[in-house]
């Protein structure tokens, strides 16, 4: 049996790097879409830089990956043994989530469909007390909820500072086209804390793996090798990412000025490098799209359209729950032994294709590009007719 | 259990962050301008997908910079002084950002 053992926990190692190669591929855009979009950065060095720096942040900090495999399946000792076959199912619970949701246009969280599908995994394949609750409210779900409102306030206070502290007469240069500038720093450091937070997650899985296969010890945290190698996933994936965003450039994206995507990406970096720091596990996305909106409000004659926040507020509620199902699922199939293990692979691969078969066909695709985007959109700017404007058309007129 | 704290001291961080980090660029972005060095950006090099500047909005904003500097009330020595004041102002908001960093490294405080 030793054999087998191994390959199983193999096949979980690839698929959660799998998992971590899209979170990359799909994250990209958070970072660096705006310094793109700007022309702060030319898009190859920035996809580069946003890759680097990822890599650079997964060896930062380690906490969100001990929150991760130590804290929310109980893994051993008075607690139930987790198998790699259950994390598995996980796995796959959430990969075919994010596919789903990322086809379909709805907004969603990678990190969410990870914890949703590893903890309907468990509930089905050890039962309902194999989860630590306590931890899943304390460092999954309470932090969704405050992060993004958190951040949201730091960022409109953070604008409304830029725009107080850089105000001239009207007519007079106010150099805030200088803000561009300093978004390669601010977006350089999303990019940073995004490994802080978002690379942990796999590492997590996979130490979670390997101590369930015996490999390591209760408790411990990952081992160099996996954080190197989830680094390089990770790196790897927002490379690849890149060309995406350099592709939907040219449908634009909502207005953000310079200032005010500088305060935003700040409280970006400075909210996920904290809860890294403390191994809260956040969604990147949802903290950027808080920041977004917080800092949209902080400009002058800013409204909230309700409506599209509540359906970005429903897509991030429904992910949780619904890749729990996913999990759940897959995990009763695990639980059939090595026959079940290969019908959940086929099932997601068919899932996968099928999937991608009629995005193709219906040309429907999504990423975060969009969901930032969406949560851009959140906030209605009115246009108002600066002063000097009017003048200068008396002038001409005269 | 939950560690409200922990919350406080997440949301407390990225303020104080934040607003040390914004506060100083944007005040050296300030003293920049009030030196007579206001940076206009050009249109060129930043082609803005998301603000789009007209080569006409450009050259308008080019024109306001120099207004700005020639109408300068201050004095050479105060317009240096604000020069300084500018480069210190962004020299500690990249130390602000390399202390933060370093706070929350773990192998850096063995």
Aim: aromatic share 6%; glycine share 12%.
């Amino acid at each position: 049996m030793p054999v087998d053992f191994t390959l199983i926990v193999v096949l979980v190692i690839a698929l959660a790097l799998v998992f971590d190669f899209t979170n990359g591929f799909h994250d990209t855009a958070n970072a660096m879409a705006t310094p793109i979009a700007t022309g702060a950065m030319r898009p190859k060095v920035a996809v580069g830089l946003a890759a680097v720096l990822n890599l650079v942040g997964a060896f930062l900090s380690t906490e969100v990956a001990k929150t991760v495999s130590g804290g929310i399946i109980r893994e051993g000792d008075g607690g139930v043994q987790i198998t790699p076959e259950i994390i598995f199912a996980g796995l796959i619970g959430a990969i075919v989530w994010n596919l789903i949701t990322w086809l379909r246009g709805l907004p969603s969280s990678s990190s969410h469909a990870l914890f949703g599908g590893l903890i309907g995994a468990a509930i089905i394949g050890i039962g309902f007390q194999s989860v630590d609750y306590n931890v899943v409210v304390a460092k999954v779900i309470l932090p969704a909820l405050i992060a993004p409102l958190t951040v949201g306030v730091v960022a409109f206070i953070a604008t409304r500072l830029a725009y107080f502290i850089t105000r001239r007469d009207a007519g007079r240069a106010d150099g805030r086209g200088g803000f561009r500038y300093a978004q390669i720093f601010s977006s350089s450091l999303v990019a940073l804390s995004h490994g802080t937070n978002d690379a942990q997650k796999t590492m997590g899985v996979i130490t979670l793996t390997l101590i369930a296969g015996g490999v390591q010890s209760v408790g411990s945290g990952p081992q160099l090798w996996v954080i190197v190698v989830c680094a390089l996933a990770i790196a790897i994936g927002t490379y690849t990412g890149g060309w995406r965003i350099i592709h939907t450039m040219g449908r634009g994206l909502t207005d953000v000025k310079p200032a005010q995507g500088f305060a935003a990406e700040t409280s970006t970096a400075a909210t996920i490098l904290a809860s890294s720091h403390l191994g809260f596990a956040l969604s990147t996305t949802q903290v950027a799209s808080g920041s977004v909106i917080g800092s949209g409000l902080g400009r002058r004659g800013a409204t909230v359209r309700w409506g599209m926040a509540g359906q970005i507020a429903l897509g991030w509620v429904l992910t949780l729950p619904a890749s729990a199902i996913m999990g759940a699922f897959a995990a009763g199939f695990a639980l059939l032994g090595p026959v079940g293990i290969v019908i959940d692979l086929l099932l997601g691969s068919l899932v996968v294709v099928l999937l991608f078969r009629r995005a193709q066909r219906s040309r429907i695709s999504h990423d975060n590009l969009h969901d930032i985007d969406d949560a851009g959109r959140v906030v209605k700017i009115r246009k108002t007719p600066r002063k000097i404007a009017r003048r200068d058309r008396k002038k001409v007129a005269l | 259990m939950i560690d409200w704290a922990a919350f406080v001291v997440v949301a407390g961080a990225s303020l104080l962050g934040s607003v040390v980090v914004v506060s100083l660029y944007s005040l050296g972005l300030r003293l920049l301008t009030s030196a007579g060095r206001a940076l206009v950006v050009d249109p060129q090099s930043f082609t803005g997908a998301i603000t789009i500047l007209t080569p006409k909005r450009a050259a308008k904003e080019a024109k306001r910079a120099r207004k700005t500097a020639s109408a300068n009330p201050l004095t050479v020595g105060q317009k240096r002084l604000a020069l300084v004041g500018a480069y210190a102002c962004f020299v500690l908001c990249v130390g602000a950002v390399l202390y933060g960093v370093y706070l929350i490294v773990p192998a850096l405080h063995r």
